[in-house]
């Protein structure tokens, strides 16, 4: 068969069975495969970055999964990078697959000739031109073994068009994916590690995407009620824990974090960092704050993350999953010989701080306060909803503000958070799990830089609920230049002369999404806002395309953060919650 069947043959005997992608003069043999093989479904693209972002969101959406992108030579490869990017920073495999120009071809410029393997390899696991088509198989194999192993992440392939259509000597049937490896924690690792627990009054477990890709949720939970320590989810961790689960003790940080989270963080004697890499949005700048006072014992499955950010007080290299069925072992053990502290008291202390240091959601301003918006998606969508968002002050505040019970249930872009990404990994979220409710949230620019992969959507019929809040402003950048003492190019307004009932908010999202074949409506009353929900819903569900629910904001809004990138120092903007009708979707209901 030819090298391209090979592949495909691979493709799917390591359980792929979608794909993302654009086909172009040099990958259209890998696409002819595609086609006589079969068995591995394809999705086209409006964009190639779009086709990464999808894989990237397919992967994310069930344990298992890995997302397969496809383009062909040149600039394909590159539009891709944004895509490997994202990935390699949140730990996420995906497969990309490029076309290249013949092999004798490669050192004369030929058109849409560019070295993509050295491009990419910042950014990947591995990079790879295959030069010689037997290669492919093996090279192929050792992609899904490295995706795989130790700290997941992504490959990039790249494939000439002459290595694609030489017929090589292979057997699928006869094919097996190669074992996977991962780091194990030894015993007395663990029990060094817990050692560290019985010494403290006041320990916390941060819970990181690790965890998540570990597919060791329930054992996370297992482990915090067998102990009774509270736990504090990292953003990529988001729904390792029900948040309302009575030892969910919020998010820390200085942007995306609780009030209640970063002052039960701030009282702590101990931290156990399970799957988490210490991010700068979670720890601040401002490390003498995060550490002072307390000990921190550090479990990641890759050992360059050990004292990366700051020196741990012990660090072990394991895989999440491993780690606590140690862990729980031996607190089951402390439990049964009546050594295990009672943490009880403490673990109430942090609710407390939960029923009492919240913000306010409910105002019924016009334009609308963007907290009102994520109120009412509190009220509209469900536990099982998974929500998809990228970067912005949009993700802040629904960090802040919406509620999480399950994991996959909040699929981020949390390192890169790259403009556009929503709108695509929202396509391949939905393609993945057809089943669960999916809503996308976005800013009016991040809606805007891939806003035409809403096309894609339409055609293969990806249903979901896409939220768009719009103040025609680069919202965060604006808040961040607040420092610098400017506002520069960072407003979006203009009276549109085909709209004009939208007053400056300029480009009428309507129109552009009713154009690209989905449904939109939108929204000026707040008090509007939970009927227009329910109605895309019911559109989404009736038509099987997205439908998208923009709420007008107002034009200014700052969403508490720190202005000095210090966790210990959140600057809040707007009046806080003193009444329960302030905050009446709250986790609990305010106590005062």
Known sequence: ??????????????????AFGVPGAAINPFYRELKNVGGVNHTLARHVEGASHMAEGYTRAKAGNIGVCIGTSGPAGTDMITGLYSAIADSIPILCITGQAPVSKLHKEDFQAVDIASIAKPVTKAATTVLEAAQVPGVFQQAFHLMRSGRPGPVLIDLP?????????????TYEPLP????????????????????????????????????????????????????????????????????????????????YGNATFLESDFVLGIGNRWANRHTGYNLDAYTKGRKFVHVDIEPTQLGKIFAPDYGIASDAKAALELFIEIAKELKAAGTLPDFSAWAASAQERKATLQRRTHFDNVPIKPQRVYEEMNKAFGPDTRYVTTIGLSQIAAAQFLHVYKPRHWINCGQAGPLGWTIPAAIGVATADPETPVVALSGDYDFQFMIEELAVAAQHKVPYVHVLVNNAYLGLIRQAQGGLGINFEVNLEFENINTPEIGVYGVDHVKVAEGLGVKAIRVTDPDKLGEALE???????????????????????????????????VTEFEELATEPGHAPTAIKALQV
Request: proline share 4%; hydrophobic share 50%.
């Open 1 to 18: 068969m030819t090298a391209a069947a090979a592949a495909v043959e691979i493709l799917k005997r390591e359980g792929v069975t979608q």
């Open 161 to 173: 068009i002459d290595v694609q259509l030489t017929e090589i000597e292979f057997d699928p049937e």
């Open 180 to 259: 996977v490896y991962q780091p194990r924690a030894t015993r007395a690792q663990a029990a060094k590690a817990l050692s560290f627990l019985l010494e403290s009054e006041r320990p916390l477990i941060v819970a990181g995407g690790g965890i998540i890709n570990a597919d060791a949720t329930d054992l996370l939970v297992e482990f915090a009620e067998l102990t009774g320590i509270p736990v504090i989810s990292t953003l990529m961790g988001w729904g390792t824990i029900p948040d309302d689960h009575e030892l969910a003790a919020g998010m820390v940080g200085v942007q995306t974090a609780h009030r």
């Open 535 to 569: 109605e895309a819903k019911k559109l989404a569900v009736e038509h099987q395309v997205p439908v998208v629910v923009e709420a007008i904001l107002e034009r200014i809004t700052n969403i508490a953060m720190s202005k000095t990138v210090d966790m210990s120092d």
